[in-house]
């Protein structure tokens, strides 16, 4: 069983930035991808970014240019470096552990707030 614990969520202005982290532990084997979703109200939860353990990452049209994603292999930690935020990126955050590249199973964090003010 693996364990999400995130944090870096918060309140900030448009235009402003923040980092969120996500720290894995449980896993017995290196993840193979690690990543963000978010939620908005009344919305699907969807993508925001993700990086395997072989550095590829992937992103959401919507954060291309102003987001970054890393993550270090050793400490199983993810993280996303949010800025030029806008009021649209309101949401809230759930990071994501997808253990083995061939099998559908995910794990996920609590979920952390980012509400950004216009």
């Known amino acids: 069983q693996v364990q999400l614990v995130e944090s870096g969520g918060g309140l900030v202005q448009a235009g402003g930035s923040l980092r969120l982290s996500c720290a894995a532990s449980?896993?017995?084997?290196?993840?193979?991808?690690m990543g963000w979703y978010r939620q908005a109200p009344g919305k699907q939860r969807e993508l925001v970014a993700s990086?395997?353990?072989?550095?590829?990452?992937n992103y959401a049209d919507s954060v291309k240019g102003r987001f970054t994603i890393s993550r270090d292999n050793g400490k199983n930690t993810v993280y996303l470096q949010m800025n030029s935020l806008k009021p649209e990126d309101t949401a809230v955050y759930y990071c994501n552990a997808k253990v083995n590249r061939f099998l559908d199973v995910n794990y996920w964090g609590q979920g952390t707030q980012v509400t950004v003010s216009s």
């Open positions: 990086i395997t353990n072989g550095g590829d990452t």
């Open positions: 449980g896993s017995r084997f290196s993840i193979y991808a």
